[in-house]
């Protein structure tokens, strides 16, 4: 069973940073594309951010190109998502998701996720 424990949500101002983190067990995490996706109140999901297991090549919805960047410690099965320069827009759950990798692909939409943590709050003020 994979788990996925998110954290470092928060309250932010404008201009902000926060760095999210989000702790995997219960599989061998480094065959495991994962992403970040997020939802705002009373909106759907949106994919943010992913990342391959195999080569740790990244991918980020246009939104958030040049302010956040995602990255893996697979010695901690952990990965991470620093958000600089923090918007309104921003404010969102967000979770992290994980799916077995095949080959080079990698999911950037939220259905391409198999598993999921709980989410974490992040909310920027203006």
């Known amino acids: 069973q994979v788990q996925l424990v998110e954290s470092g949500g928060g309250l932010v101002r404008t201009g902000g940073s926060l760095r999210l983190s989000c702790a995997a067990s219960g599989h061998t995490f480094s065959s495991y594309t994962m992403a970040w996706v997020r939802q705002p109140p009373g909106k759907g999901q949106e994919f943010v951010a992913a990342i391959s297991w195999s080569d740790g090549s990244t991918h980020y919805a246009d939104s958030v190109k040049g302010r956040f960047t995602i990255s893996r410690d697979n010695a901690k099965n952990t990965v991470y998502l620093q958000m600089n320069s923090l918007k309104p827009e921003d404010t969102a759950v967000y979770y992290c998701?994980?799916?077995?990798?095949?080959?080079?692909?990698?999911?950037?939409?939220?259905?391409?996720?198999?598993?999921w943590g709980q989410g974490t709050q992040v909310t920027v003020s203006s």
């Open positions: 998701a994980a799916v077995m990798q095949i080959g080079v692909s990698v999911p950037t939409k939220a259905n391409g996720y198999k598993y």
